[in-house]
Each structure stands twice: as C-alpha cells, then as structure tokens.
C-alpha cells in the first residue's frame, strides 16, 4: 500500500534529520518567541485591548523559551546572544503588562535567567 500522507510524514522526518540541532533549537525557540509576543499583544497597536493577550498563557511560553535558552545556550554560538535578548524583552513586556508585577526573580522564565527589572 503506497499511503502519500505516510510517505510525506517519512520524509518531513528524514528532512528534520538533515537540520543541524542549532537550526532546530533556534527555530523553536522563535516560534516561542512569536507566540508570546502574541499572547502579551504586542502584534497590535494597543496592546492592553488585544484580543489575543492572555498573560497565563505567555508565562508558560516565556518560561518554556527561558528552559530551552538557558539549557542550549552552549550550542547556540552567535544565536544565544540575540535569543537570550529576545527574552529579556519578553519578560520585561510581560512585567509592564501585569497589574501585579512578580517580585524579581519570580516571574516568567526567571528562576532559569535570573531576575529580569
């Protein structure tokens, strides 16, 4: 039997095997980042009245994305610095668009980073 959505998951696997790691990591690491602009509604105009913000949902991508960071950064050569900048101002957004900010060191992503002001 020759199924073509077997042999099209065959070879999108084959094809991610010939991705270096690095390429891998950065790549989730900016779709990370992209979602949680989204939820902190920075994709629109006036952020605080964004219909995508949900802030429950972007302290779980923050968080997520300061895991695979901090965890990768010995392989991410040149791509950990402007990573580990993307973050920061993820959290930083996330710090301003919070009625009750965290106390340092406890919001999104900080028990891996440190604290973020």
Known sequence: ?????????????????????????????????????????LADPDPDSSPLRDLDEARRLITALAGLITASVEYLGPHAGPLREGLQALQRAFREASAVPDEPGAGPGEKYTGPVY
């Open 1 to 41: 039997m020759n199924d073509p959505q077997v042999a099209e998951t065959d070879d999108s696997v084959r094809e991610l095997g010939e991705v270096p790691s690095v390429e891998v990591i950065s790549r989730a690491a900016v779709m990370l980042m992209s979602s949680a602009a989204e939820r902190l509604g």
